[in-house]
């Protein structure tokens, strides 16, 4: 039997010329309260997550400040990011381990959207920056308003007293 001698330079590892990797989308949310530049540091980390692997970085998409569809950590808003990336098919348990340890981080999802692409053949496009949704306060105070008046419409004024409307009303 012979032994396998296996190398660790601790650099990135080294794919053949031609070799395959899968492309990766990863969306996921940021706190809503959190500063532009600490959300650019977020994202440049897990970049260099993804080029430390062997990896590439398609195309990044800062989405804005939206609002969720339903409370996620206690937010109602949060920064949304998609990653689009290739990697091997370690990648995307070591980006979701580092998107795991950053508490400015509510919550992820990856999805595999190609088996086999040349890294080679696949262009970088530039980064996008959407402006997300107008700020809305989160819920709007209501007036008092006299009790029927709304549901009616105005017509219990035209009603007489026992409850039949005016000849001329109908």
Do not use: C
Not at 72 to 84: E, G, N, T
Not at 130 to 136: F, K
């Amino acid at each position: 039997m012979q032994q396998v001698e296996s190398q660790t330079t601790g650099g990135p590892p080294q794919h053949a010329p031609g070799g395959m990797l899968r492309e990766y989308e990863t969306i996921f949310l940021v706190r809503p309260d959190l500063a532009e530049d600490l959300v650019d540091k977020i994202v440049e980390r897990m970049r260099g997550i993804v080029q430390r692997d062997g990896g590439k970085v398609i195309k990044v998409e800062n989405w804005g400040k939206k609002k969720t569809a339903y409370e996620v950590k206690k937010h109602l808003r949060a920064i949304f990011i998609r990653f689009d990336y290739l990697g091997g098919p370690g990648a995307v348990a070591e980006f979701e381990r580092n998107l795991r340890m950053t508490d400015d981080v509510l919550k992820y999802q990856s999805v595999k959207l190609a088996e086999a692409v040349d890294p080679a053949t696949r262009a970088v496009e530039p980064d996008v920056k959407l402006p997300g949704d107008p700020e809305m306060p989160e819920r709007m105070g209501r007036e008092p308003e006299g009790f029927g008046a709304a549901e009616f419409g105005g017509r219990r004024d035209e009603l007489g007293d026992e409850g039949e409307l005016p000849p001329e009303a109908e």
